[in-house]
C-alpha cells in the first residue's frame, strides 16, 4: 500500500519486549515461556509482534499472534490486561481498540482500565496455547489524533488454578504460581515522535479515498 504522507499522519504504534513483571519473584520468568515459531522458547519476546513496515489507513485491522507455555509444575488460568495513562483519549474512547483470543476461542475485549481479561481458565502445566492480538483503528478517526501520546502495556499472566478450587487466587495460595507474568510494553505516538521498544510496529496515515459517513465500519 502507497503511503500518502499528509497532515493527516495519526498514529504510530510500537511494542517493546516482552520481560518479566518487575514485582514477579525470580522464578516466575521461567514459568511462562514465550514463542514466535513454536520453535525457540525464552521469558521475552525478541522483535515486535508486527511488521515495522506496514502501512495502515483509518479502517483497517491487523492481527499478529504468539505462543506461551505453561513451564510451571500445576495448571494456570491464562490472563491477559491492558494498562493505559488516565488520560489516555485513543483507547479509553475506542480510537483504538484491542481484542486478543487463543486459538479456537471467541475474541475478548482488552479494556484500557488494567483489568485480566480470562483467555484460558486452565492451561496444563507443559502445554502451549497460541494468543492473538488484533488491533482496529477506527474508521471515524479525525486529525487531532495525530497529536496523542498514548503509554501503554499488554501484560500476560499465568495463576494457579485448579479442578477442585474455583475461588480467586490470593497471595497465600500455592506458592508456585504467586504471581506469574510478562508484560509487552509499548507506545501509541505521533510519527517522529519518541517511539521506545523494538521498532515500529504499524503507521497509521490518512489515504486519498474519501471518508465515509456514517460512523465506523467496524
Same mark, same amino acid.
Given at each position: ?33 514465550? /514463542?514466535?515459531?513454536?520453535? /525457540? ?12 513496515? &506496514? ?22 488460568? !491464562?490472563g ?13 474512547t475506542?480510537?483504538?481498540?484491542? &481484542?486478543?483470543?487463543? +486459538? ?18 486452565? !492451561?496444563?502445566?507443559?502445554?502451549? &496455547? ?5 488491533? #482496529?483503528?477506527?474508521? /471515524? ?13 499488554? #501484560?500476560? &499472566?499465568?495463576?494457579?488454578?485448579? +479442578? ?41 496515515? #490518512? ?8 460512523g465506523?465500519?467496524?
Amino acid at each position: 500500500m502507497k503511503i500518502i504522507w499528509r497532515a493527516g499522519i495519526a498514529l504510530a504504534i510500537t511494542t517493546g519486549l516482552l520481560t518479566a513483571l518487575p514485582s514477579a519473584p525470580a522464578h516466575a520468568q521461567d514459568e511462562v515461556l514465550l /514463542s514466535r515459531d513454536r520453535h /525457540s522458547w525464552a521469558p521475552g519476546l525478541d522483535r515486535p509482534l508486527f511488521d515495522p513496515t &506496514t502501512h495502515w489507513v483509518p479502517g483497517d485491522v491487523a492481527e499478529s499472534a504468539f505462543w506461551v507455555r505453561n513451564a510451571a509444575v500445576t495448571a494456570g488460568t !491464562l490472563g491477559l490486561a491492558l494498562n493505559v495513562d488516565a488520560e489516555d483519549r485513543l483507547l479509553r474512547t475506542g480510537i483504538v481498540r484491542i &481484542t486478543a483470543r487463543v +486459538a479456537g476461542s471467541d475474541w475478548v475485549a482488552l479494556v484500557p482500565d488494567g483489568v485480566q481479561q480470562r483467555l484460558d481458565p486452565s !492451561l496444563p502445566s507443559g502445554a502451549e &496455547t497460541k494468543i492473538i492480538i488484533r488491533v #482496529r483503528y477506527r474508521w /471515524s478517526a479525525d486529525n487531532s489524533t495525530q497529536y496523542e501520546l498514548s503509554p501503554l502495556n499488554l #501484560r500476560v &499472566t499465568l495463576t494457579q488454578s485448579t +479442578a477442585t478450587d474455583h475461588r480467586p487466587p490470593t497471595g497465600h495460595a500455592h506458592p508456585p504460581l504467586p504471581h506469574t507474568g510478562n508484560m509487552i510494553a509499548g507506545w501509541l505516538a505521533p510519527v517522529g515522535g519518541l517511539l521506545i521498544g523494538v521498532g515500529l510496529v504499524l503507521v497509521l496515515v #490518512r489515504s486519498r479515498r474519501p471518508r465515509r459517513t456514517g460512523g465506523d465500519r467496524g
